[in-house]
């Protein structure tokens, strides 16, 4: 489990949130609060993903991109700070595969 805590950002230009990455493992499941801040790129662009209350998010990481055969594909993702005089939160419960698993095709 990893918790994310972002203060108010007042100057979000000079400021670093999460830089761009994919999850290593098979899932994420993101539970963030109200404030904006996570971006997935998506045909090239950022896109904001807009908080909704009491969801989550999942991420595909790429164990499940490997184990599907590319059907379901990580994404790169990012937290960027935002101007906001509330502070941010987020919990990431992250899931995969023990690192003694074997498979067998």
Sequence with gaps: MV???????????????????????FLT?????????????HQDKWVTVEPIANASVV?????????SNRKYKSVLHRVSANI??????????LHSLSFNCMTIA
């Design 84 to 93: 906001s005089m509330k502070s941010q939160l987020s919990v990431a419960s």
């Design 59 to 67: 991420n595909v990481g790429d164990h499940l991109e490997i184990f």
């Design 3 to 25: 918790i994310n805590y972002y203060p108010p950002c007042p100057e979000p230009n000079i400021t670093l949130g999460m830089p761009p990455h994919f999850d290593y493992g």
């Design 29 to 41: 499941l993101l539970l963030q609060d109200e404030v904006e801040g996570l971006q997935i790129q």
